[in-house]
């Protein structure tokens, strides 16, 4: 019979052998178990009597302590906020540390779990993909929610996008292609406005040269007009004097040629 027995139903061994026989087997389980288990807890358990005992107490000390490590580790990987500076893909793959550990303790995190821990942890430096998830746990959203290798994505495309516009030189080569494409998303009608809008300050321009020339077309054409005027009065007065002269009258025409030629001058 196996002497592992007298550990696992130490009353069916008991019932199926002699007591000489069983308590041999008693005591060689005993040994077995003193001689597997550390130092500090044989210590504590070498004074019970039987194996099965023996066994139990170390069962349950090796429990309450694995708990107690499970608890610790999982405040490890729960209270491991992500900080400002810090690299992104170290941070993540200490987190994954952290869970696996857990998987030690036969008490796994789950993959939506640990995705919502991840998110919590980042809740503070990246709002941005906090607030993109979110609406994954709103209350009638159909698709299924986020993954933690979503998430794990979505932090590392961020990191890489705050790297790259604290770099001055790759910022400004990111601004410059946004400065481009928004540009050539500008509607055609714009374009349409600025060209009547060049069309109507030339047209303004040819309007006042025409002003001006008309303006002093009209200048000429009123200095032309007096001179003709003052031309065509002394011809009136000329033959008027003419007239008089052919009744005979040749000193008042004397005088009269005398006025109209100082009131030319």
Do not use: C
């Amino acid at each position: 019979m196996d002497i592992w027995g007298v550990v696992e139903n130490a009353s069916a061994v008991r019932a199926a052998v002699s007591e000489e026989q069983f308590r041999r087997m008693n005591n060689l389980a005993r040994g077995a178990i003193l001689r597997g288990v550390p130092k500090a807890d044989a210590e504590l358990i070498y004074h019970q009597q039987s194996a099965q005992d023996m066994w139990t107490v170390f069962v349950e000390k090796q429990t309450k302590r694995e708990y107690a490590n499970y608890i610790f580790a999982r405040q490890r990987l729960i209270a491991n906020a992500y900080t400002p500076g810090r690299n992104m893909n170290d941070w993540l793959r200490e987190m994954q540390l952290y869970r696996n550990e857990l998987l030690h303790y036969r008490r796994g995190v789950s993959d939506e779990e640990f995705a919502e821990i991840l998110l919590g942890n980042v809740v503070q430096t990246h709002r941005d993909v906090v607030r993109q998830f979110s609406k994954h746990f709103d209350p009638g959203y159909q698709r299924s929610t986020p993954s933690s290798a979503q998430v794990m994505n979505a932090l590392r495309a961020e990191s890489e996008l705050d790297a790259r516009m604290d770099d001055p030189q790759q910022g400004r080569d990111i601004s410059s292609a946004q400065a481009g494409k928004k540009q050539g998303q500008q509607p055609q009608g714009k374009g349409k406005k600025r060209g009547r809008g060049r069309y109507k300050a030339k047209s303004g321009k040819l309007e006042r040269r025409l002003v001006v020339r008309t303006n002093v077309s009209a200048r000429i054409a009123i200095k032309l007009a007096t001179s003709r005027q003052i031309v065509r009065i002394p011809n009136a007065m000329t033959m008027s004097l003419i007239r008089s002269s052919q009744s005979g009258n040749a000193g008042n025409i004397r005088r009269k040629l005398g006025k109209t030629a100082r009131s030319v001058m």
